[in-house]
């Protein structure tokens, strides 16, 4: 069972995680951070569960975690406005991805738009979710799902999917752990915030395929030849070169970059 006292003694962050939702079981964390009341207060409220009944990825799949072993949780932000928010989801990744390097000590890399691989497995994944009253910016709720003291992935994940205890084979406290992400998804918030362009060189050195020719789909269809794939820009568009040297941009809605075979 996760243990909130010891989260909460561990935490040092001066405003994340300091509002604590935690409960043993929840449909998905992303879902109830998005029906949360409470406008313009929410602004770095956690939301954590033990066991996620029906956890969400990106591209309407769902998101499968045995309860107690892993991370399951979504951080409310509420910065004013809903640009840039795919480069608030590389901030996030790229904390987690510097987080388990530290612990795994082997190279951690982004995948394009947000999941988190070692060794071409993937050991994370977000999901970014911007609410609205209308049509006026609410907040934004980054879910994180982290694969921590799991061991053993169902026959669809199992060629594909990691977690820390795979690659140290020692247990981590998800506790310690996740306090000292926050840490670090504090950091490079205020980096996004104040749209630092270290935070855009350190993301796209970590995103697989950068610099590197490859191909693209753009609103599903495979464009022909390759592609250049020259990371992200400071709205967090993505850029690429064609064999012409034109450079063309792309949103992360329209665009999936095809680096090997696995899915998404
Ligand atoms: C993906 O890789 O497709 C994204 C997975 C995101 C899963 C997390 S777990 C916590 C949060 N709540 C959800 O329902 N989904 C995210």
Redesign the pocket.
Known sequence: MFNTDLFEKELSTSWLGRELFFFDELG????FAKNLIGDGSLHGALIITDH?T??????E?S?E?NSGENL???IVFEPGNGNRLTVLTLACALAVAEQLEDITKQQVELKWP??VLVNEN?I????TEASFNGNKFKRVVI???LNVNQTEFSDELTDWATSIKNLTKDDSSREKLLARLLTRIEYYYRLWESVDIELIKKINKRLIGYGKWTSISVDSDLLDGEYKFLGINESGQMVVLNKELEVNTFSYEQVRVHFNSQP?
């Open positions: 998905s964390t992303n879902t996620q029906h956890g969400r990825g990106q591209y799949r998101w975690t399951t949780f979504s947000n999941d993937k994370a994944g977000l999901l879910g994180i799902g998404g």
